[in-house]
């Protein structure tokens, strides 16, 4: 069984709104397909499946709001929804760092890969002369306790945000499933091989940013 698979089986409590009203579904950081169609899909089956199993009729109608920022291509995103998909699909633009949806509306809300981007780079890592200054590098891997302190207290403040908005929107009996990329505590910042990855990333863009005349 997948994760959500067991999160659902396990953590649903579908007794507490049973009752003839639609199952409400976001994805929040969908982006623009194909991964958030997958998902979508497994959870409706795990959802489907915990009805069946508890004889609960009939199973729910679904629908499926997917968020990004206003930026993102939902033009895309809808254009290649799945032809057989079981569910009426919506798009919702903005921050899911704020509310996003009316209190106590969504039965199940998920977020995969997408918590891990900040609402915005901490201020003293872009301050020369603070004590958390960055050099200009985009990512916090190898750098000084100060400037990971700066990333950590940003997360934090997102962290916040983020849960106090879904703790309002979400139902009771319902569920937040969220999917973050991890460290193992025992592996430094520097040798975490996603932190790696950014760290050739933020080279090439500064390489980059050099040729650009002033
Ligand atoms: C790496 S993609 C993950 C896409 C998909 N969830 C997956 O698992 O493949 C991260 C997505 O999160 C979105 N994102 C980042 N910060 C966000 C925010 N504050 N509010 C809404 N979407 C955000 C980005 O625009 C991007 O589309």
Redo the contacts with the bound molecule.
Sequence with gaps: MSLIGEAIANKLDVQSFVGGHPFLIAD????IGP??FIAVKNIINSVQLKYQTLKITPTPEFQVFF???AS?DFNTLFKTLPSDKHYYAAGVPG???ARLFPRSSFHLIYS???LH?L?KVPGEVMERGSPAWNKGRVHYGGAEEEVVMAYKQQYERDMHGFLNARAEEVVCGGLVVVLVPGRPNEVPHSKCIGNVLFEILGCCLLEMAKEVPL
């Design positions: 929040l950081g969908c982006s991964n958030t968020n990004d920022h993102n921050s899911f760092y995969s890969f997408a981007w609402s």
